[in-house]
């Protein structure tokens, strides 16, 4: 249970609350006296998580992996079996085709990679390089599994949000396609 | 390309120094697994408020103390029965000569063949030795168990209290192209080879209890022994039960008293390996590995060769882990 939710039953003016330990690591963690890297602000700004409380963030966090790529260094590759969704702490990936094409470049806090999560046995539909020297934070199947199990609440709202943009992004090729139909019916007509 | 080189070059030194030196690896690699064992039972006692794990903690020990009851229990009758077994070998030996005396002249008798060796003899003469040797060895083998009390905890505390860090580590110098495969497979290998031993360890006990127990009613000699050993040889798959019976046989044979049933014994074990295949199998085991039975086989021989019995215990989940491997190669060869 969260401080808040705990705050919340207890009501405001209950004093015969204890040291909370996990309260004061994260409290300690948070501080700029802290000399490991926090990745509070950062998560803080996402939209992906803007249902996680700050004790979600500080929970997730230690559930990820940091990897550190060179500029045109291969993530992942088209085909690839996968198992990680990334988040782009800082530097750029390109999404690329099979052929090198560019799909789209996401820059510093954008995500890629939340089907591998959802989908069993998932090959990933297209590559992704670093542009420059680029640091990601990595989440994978077995942490969220791990998740799961510590931290069932959490690991479903991730799992939830995850979902969302899946669902999100399955609409926005939806409308694409319908649009894509369209004018090669109108180019047909034409012809 | 470098980072790969580096990152296989390591990982080949690492097995070496494995191979080389076994006196502290194999006391490490005892620790790990039962680090990979108890780490699930310890997430369930770090989990939810402060009530709960003191419940949970209550329950864990009172369950710990409760299985130490039977546990001494079965130590002191193993004992008891381990020295009635001893007074009565020089008594067995000279039955297992005079039923070899009396099945060589049959043999003689129905088809004329001589047999000239003396097995029997020969057999003794090994045993006699091998208990020489291992009588002499007792005081190496009191150092390496005193070696292996002192090792065992210590790495043991420290997997627990720097497993994390250990793995970040383990995890950074991993290069970036091989990273997610790594992670996940050495992830589910880290799974699968705790359940595994867990789920063995549990198949045995309530193998050999079962055994233990049907040997009491009726009146078997040596009860707890023979459920020790048949508890213990199920580890080994197929070839495991026959070998637990074979001591039940000999006792059966060469046992002069009339209560002494070979039929009520064999029985027993039936009935015993089939609750272990019916019901313990496929609940517990089965569904952690999943390899051809021929496969199995192959592997326990193996394993056996190299590593002994701790070998052929191990070599299941690890061929399982390889079946893995193979299988994430070939879809990737396949994808492209």
């Known amino acids: ?191 | 390309m470098v980072k790969i080189y580096l990152f296989f070059a390591v990982l080949i030194s690492a097995l070496a120094f494995i191979v080389s030196f076994p006196r502290l690896t194999l006391p490490l690699g005892f620790s790990y697994i039962l680090y990979l064992m108890i780490n699930p039972l310890t997430s369930k006692l770090l989990r939810g408020s402060n009530q709960q794990r003191i419940i949970y903690s209550l329950f864990f020990t009172a369950c710990a103390c409760l299985l130490v009851i039977p546990l001494v229990a079965t130590l002191y009758n193993a004992e008891t029965d381990f020295k009635q077994l001893l007074k009565h070998i020089p008594e067995l030996r000279i039955k297992l000569q005079f039923k070899y005396i009396q099945f060589r002249e049959l043999l003689l008798d129905k088809t004329g063949v001589k047999l000239s060796l003396d097995p029997v003899t020969y057999v003794m003469r090994n045993v006699e030795s091998q208990g020489a040797n291992l009588l002499s060895s007792i005081p190496s083998l009191v150092s390496s168990v005193l070696e292996w009390m002192l090792l065992v905890p210590l790495f043991l505390y420290f997997f627990f209290k720097e497993s994390k860090t250990l793995k970040v580590k383990f995890m950074e110098f991993i290069p970036n192209s091989i990273f997610e495969k790594t992670y996940v497979l050495f992830s589910q290998f880290n799974t699968k080879f705790g359940e595994y031993i867990i789920a063995k360890f549990i198949e045995a006990t309530i193998l050999g209890s079962l055994v233990t127990l049907g040997l009491m009613l009726v009146g078997f000699p040596y009860p707890f022994i023979l459920g020790i050993i048949a508890g213990v040889t199920n580890i080994l798959p197929y070839v495991g039960p026959i070998i637990g019976f074979i001591p039940a046989l000999a006792v059966a044979l060469l046992s002069q008293n009339p209560d002494v049933s070979l039929l009520s014994a064999t029985i027993i074990y039936l009935i015993a390996n089939a609750v272990d295949m019916v019901l313990v199998f496929p609940l517990l085991v089965s569904k952690i590995v999943n390899l051809h039975p021929i496969l199995v086989v192959v592997s326990v021989l193996a394993g056996g060769q190299i590593g002994g019995a701790v070998g052929m215990i191990v070599v299941i989940p690890m061929v399982a882990f390889i079946q893995l491997l193979f299988k994430e190669i070939y879809q990737d060869l396949n994808a492209q």
């Open chain 1, 1 to 191: 249970m969260s401080y808040e939710e705990r705050k919340k039953e207890l009501g405001p003016d209950d004093n015969s609350e204890r040291l909370n330990i996990n309260l004061l690591r994260y409290l300690w963690e948070a501080s700029p006296l802290y000399f490991k890297e926090s990745y509070h602000t950062y998560f803080r700004n996402l939209s992906i998580l803007k249902s996680f409380s700050d004790n979600d963030i500080r929970i997730f966090t230690k559930y990820l992996h940091r990897r550190e790529f060179e500029a045109n260094e291969l993530i992942f590759k088209y085909g690839d079996s996968g198992y990680g969704f990334y988040f782009i702490h800082s530097g750029s990936v390109s999404i690329q085709e099979p052929n090198g094409a560019e799909i789209v470049n996401l820059g510093e806090k954008n995500f890629f990679g939340e089907l591998a999560l959802l989908e069993e046995g998932h090959r990933r539909p297209a590559s992704a390089v670093a542009s420059g020297p680029t640091v990601l934070l990595g989440v994978f199947k077995p942490d969220v599994e791990k998740m799961l199990e510590s931290h069932p609440i959490l690991g479903a709202k991730f799992i939830h949000e995850a979902a969302v943009i899946l669902a999100s992004k399955v609409g926005h090729m939806t409308r694409e396609i319908m649009t894509l139909r369209r004018k090669i019916e109108l180019l047909e007509k034409k012809n």
